[in-house]
T-cell receptor, first 118, second 112 residues
Framework: GAVVSQHPSRVICKSGTSVKIECRSL??????MFWYRQFPKKSLMLMAT?????????EQGVEKDKFLINHASLTLSTLTVTSAHPEDSSFYIC??????????????FGSGTRLTVV | AQSVTQLDSQVPVFEEAPVELRCNYS??????LFWYVQYPNQGLQLLLK??????LVESINGFEAEFNKSQTSFHLRKPSVHISDTAEYFC??????????FGTGTSLTVIP
C-alpha cells in the first residue's frame, strides 16, 4: 500500500531558528500533499495544501511567511517553520493520496513530527 | 462546508466490554466518512471508511461503523475491546476527496 515517510520524527530547536520537515511518498507520486498541525487533545487542523510545481494553498489564519511549503518533486514536500517560537511547538503531520489507487484507499498519513521550540 | 462532532472526548472501558464512539457530521452535500486511529506520537492510520453501498463497514480488527444518513452519524463500535485498542480515534468527513475535516478526537482507554 501507499506509504508516506515523514522526517524527522522529533526535533528540538532554539527560539528564532528555522526547522525543515520532510514528507515523502515512498512508492507513489503525489501531486498534492497536505500539512496538518495537531495541538494537544485537539483535532488536526489543516494548514495548507502543497501542490507540486506551484504555490501552496494556505488555510485562513496560517502565516505563509512563517510556514514555508515547497513541493519541488512528485515525491517530496517540505514544511519549513521559520523563526520558530515556543508557540509553534506542536505535532505536524503530512498526508498524501496515491492517485492511481483512487479514493477507495483514503489518504495516507505520515508518522508525524514532534516540534519543540525552547 | 462540512464539520464533524465527536461528543465524547474520553471513553474509558473495561477490557472485553463493548464500546461505541460517536460521530456526527454536517454537510449539505454527499460525503465520504472515515475513522482514523492514532497511537501515541504516531501519524493517523485509516481504520475504516464509507464511500458508498452498504451502510455498515467493517475493519480487519473487529471495529465496525454504520452510516446513518437520516441521523447524519457514523458511530464506531466494537463488541469486545482489547488493551491494544487504547488510542485516539478521529472521525473525518470529505466531500471532494481532497480536503478532510476532522473531529476533535475520542481518547479510548481500555482498562485491564
Amino acid at each position: 500500500g501507499a506509504v508516506v515517510s515523514q522526517h524527522p520524527s522529533r526535533v528540538i530547536c532554539k527560539s528564532g531558528t528555522s526547522v525543515k520537515i520532510e514528507c515523502r511518498s515512498l512508492d507513489f507520486q503525489a501531486t498534492t500533499m497536505f500539512w496538518y498541525r495537531q495541538f494537544p487533545k485537539k483535532s488536526l487542523m489543516l494548514m495548507a495544501t502543497s501542490n507540486e510545481g506551484s504555490k501552496a494553498t494556505y488555510e485562513q489564519g496560517v502565516e505563509k511567511d512563517k510556514f514555508l511549503i515547497n513541493h519541488a518533486s512528485l515525491t517530496l514536500s517540505t514544511l519549513t517553520v521559520t523563526s520558530a517560537h515556543p508557540e509553534d511547538s506542536s505535532f505536524y503531520i503530512c498526508s498524501a493520496r496515491d492517485p492511481w489507487t483512487g479514493f477507495d484507499y483514503g489518504y495516507t498519513f505520515g508518522s508525524g513530527t514532534r516540534l519543540t521550540v525552547v | 462546508a462540512q464539520s464533524v462532532t465527536q461528543l465524547d472526548s474520553q471513553v474509558p472501558v473495561f477490557e472485553e466490554a463493548p464500546v461505541e464512539l460517536r460521530c456526527n457530521y454536517s454537510s449539505s452535500v454527499s460525503v465520504y466518512l472515515f475513522w482514523y486511529v492514532q497511537y501515541p506520537n504516531q501519524g493517523l492510520q485509516l481504520l475504516l471508511k464509507y464511500l458508498s453501498g452498504s451502510t455498515l463497514v467493517e475493519s480487519i480488527n473487529g471495529f465496525e461503523a454504520e452510516f446513518n444518513k437520516s441521523q447524519t452519524s457514523f458511530h464506531l463500535r466494537k463488541p469486545s475491546v482489547h488493551i491494544s485498542d487504547t488510542a485516539e480515534y478521529f472521525c473525518a468527513v470529505s466531500d471532494t476527496g481532497n480536503q478532510f475535516y476532522f473531529g476533535t478526537g475520542t481518547s479510548l482507554t481500555v482498562i485491564p
